[in-house]
């Protein structure tokens, strides 16, 4: 897999990823292939490390690489599951996210049913979210993460909110638009991406997830049909109007 940096077209000048983590597997908009629970390679481009995105990884490998890079800011995109329902990773691979991962990352951006799949909760609604939330905190630190960040995007709500749980923060939900659209594949994987970047130029954790979440919204909201099965969004919308977002 090569992560996903699209989400940093539009961001602020200057930042551009360096690691690129490969997996077997593939995905599309009609369907995912098999995922092998760990990263195959990980390989660093011009010897040199930028900040970085984890997605579709069980954990290994990338966290045993994680250990030699003790300050590079890392967001974990923690996809286990497809829109469709199809289970991605083994019970090993959650495990090793849940163990090897968790204890490592600064970000982690779960939907409602990872969420639910990384703590062994039910989370639903709005009112299951933030003690789940609290409970994945308290999973990553009783592992000696004390300093994780946790967005738990709120697509599949009815009012489409995210939760941010800081690490030295008070909690926050950010409020969200549902954009009517049939463009809705990758919306994770850009949130992520575009939240790292923010993270990188500085944002606070609160500035950081707001303008990811702007940015995805910009995204759908310029999308266009393409192919068949839920398409992509319009990752490059900032390019079309020569602006930053």
């Known amino acids: 897999m090569i ?45 040199h490390v930028e900040p970085f995105e984890i997605e ?52 982690i951006t779960p939907n409602l049913a990872e969420l639910a799949i990384l703590t062994g909760q039910p989370v639903a609604t709005r009112e299951d979210v933030p003690t789940a939330a609290t409970t994945l905190r308290q999973l990553a630190r009783n592992l000696g993460n004390e300093d994780l960040h946790i967005v738990v995007t709120g697509g599949h709500l009815d009012s489409p909110d995210d939760y941010l749980l800081a690490a030295e923060a008070e909690p926050a939900w950010i409020p969200g638009r549902r954009v009517e659209t049939t463009a809705t594949h990758g919306t994770g994987c850009a949130f992520s991406s575009s939240l790292l970047c923010r993270v990188v130029a500085g944002d606070s954790p609160l500035a950081a ?34 602006r930053e977002f």
């Open 3 to 47: 992560v996903p940096l699209k989400g940093c077209v539009g961001q602020p000048r200057g930042r551009h990823g360096k690691l690129h983590l490969r997996r077997r597997g593939r995905s599309n908009g009609r369907q995912t292939g098999d995922i092998h629970r760990e990263v195959q390679r990980a390989e660093i481009v011009e010897n």
């Open 56 to 107: 579709l990884s069980g954990g290994g490998i990338v966290a045993a690489f994680l250990d030699q890079l003790p300050l590079i800011p890392v967001v974990l995109d923690p996809v286990l599951r497809s829109s469709s329902g199809r289970q991605l990773l083994d019970s090993a691979g959650l495990l090793a996210m849940q163990k090897k991962l968790l204890r490592r990352v600064h970000w």
């Open 209 to 242: 997830a707001t303008n990811a979440k702007a940015y995805v919204a910009a995204a759908l909201n310029a999308a266009y049909p393409v192919g068949k099965g839920k398409g992509p969004m319009h990752h490059l919308f900032a390019l079309d109007a020569e």
